[in-house]
């Protein structure tokens, strides 16, 4: 297996996956360009009418609509270009919105489940779907300030992270390593609550986490002299839930390389309205200890 660089999290060992689940369906702007794709939703039909499921199946099926279309062709190196050339990551994450649909087939199915020699019912829609893709609209009010203690790392260093909101959100934080693979930070374990108010200077860890036994290390991966990975720090106007398994947690310096990758998480992103959301980069080096 390829050598993974280690985010050191003193925590219990936990996982979670982000599942930003927005979809979008709107009237046709005149004369604006969209994209038509084909794609399939389901919803399982467990304990929920048949008429839920079918509700639920269309909004997975816009929702994949919506990442085929715009979360196709971003990834981490697109941010960083991005950043470097203009101070700002706005509108490179763009917003994808379904603004017409047409039902292909729809019906309850069974699916055959290998892994558990069992099959189960859902409710399976196939649709084509127009996406339209937008890079502006942003709250310019809705900002955040954000840093790390330094931007340059030696193999075991400690990091702090420094967040500022300009409004109220809900604040996650990954690091993306150099393979863009994620790893989530905050929320945690320990932190669950990742809601910030307004101006309020959230410190992580803070004297209070450290207290406790949690501190965020940075290592080089084996056999490199150096790399340069990212802080991404995503800031939400509304909750959302985090569900486990997807978005592996840098745990007492054992990371597996099991995790999702950077466009894994554009994808989800990509449904939120620009004016909800709030994003910052910050490119940090690490350098190995010299023997």
């Not at 003193?10 to 996982?15: G, M």
């Not at 489940?113 to 310019?140: I, N």
């Amino acid at each position: 297996m390829p050598a993974q660089t280690i985010v050191k999290l003193a925590v219990s060992s936990v996982s979670w996956i982000l599942v930003l689940q927005f979809a979008f369906l709107v009237p046709l702007p005149l004369a604006q360009d969209v994209t038509w794709v084909t794609v399939e939703g389901t919803a399982p039909m467990e304990d929920i009418s048949k008429e839920e499921a079918r509700t639920r199946s269309v909004e997975d099926a816009t929702r994949r609509a919506v990442e085929k279309v715009v979360g196709a062709n971003i990834s981490a190196e697109t941010l960083i270009v991005n950043l470097r050339l203009s101070g700002s990551i706005l509108g490179a994450i763009p917003y994808g919105r379904v603004v017409d649909r047409k039902i292909v087939e729809e019906g309850v199915v069974n699916i055959h489940d290998e892994k558990h020699d069992g099959s189960s019912v859902v409710y399976k829609v196939k649709m084509k779907a127009a996406v339209a893709e937008e890079t502006t609209g942003a709250d310019p009010d809705f900002k955040l300030q954000a840093s790390l203690n330094r931007s340059s790392f030696n193999d075991g260093d400690e990091m702090v992270i420094r967040i500022k909101p300009k409004k109220d959100c809900h604040v996650s934080v990954f690091t993306i390593l150099e393979d863009e693979k994620i790893v989530r930070l905050i929320p945690n374990q320990l932190k669950p609550d990742n809601s910030l108010k307004a101006n309020e200077t959230f410190f992580f860890p803070d004297e209070n986490d450290k207290g406790k036994g949690l501190r965020l290390r940075v290592h080089t991966p084996e056999g490199k002299d150096a790399v340069t990975e990212t802080i991404y720090v995503l800031g939400l106007k509304q909750p959302i839930d985090f569900n486990a398994g997807k978005f592996q947690e840098g745990i007492y310096g054992i990371y597996n390389g099991q995790t999702a990758f950077m466009n894994d998480l554009i994808k989800e992103i990509v449904g939120i309205p620009l004016s909800e959301r709030a994003e910052q980069l910050m490119p940090y080096q690490i350098t190995a200890k010299r023997k």
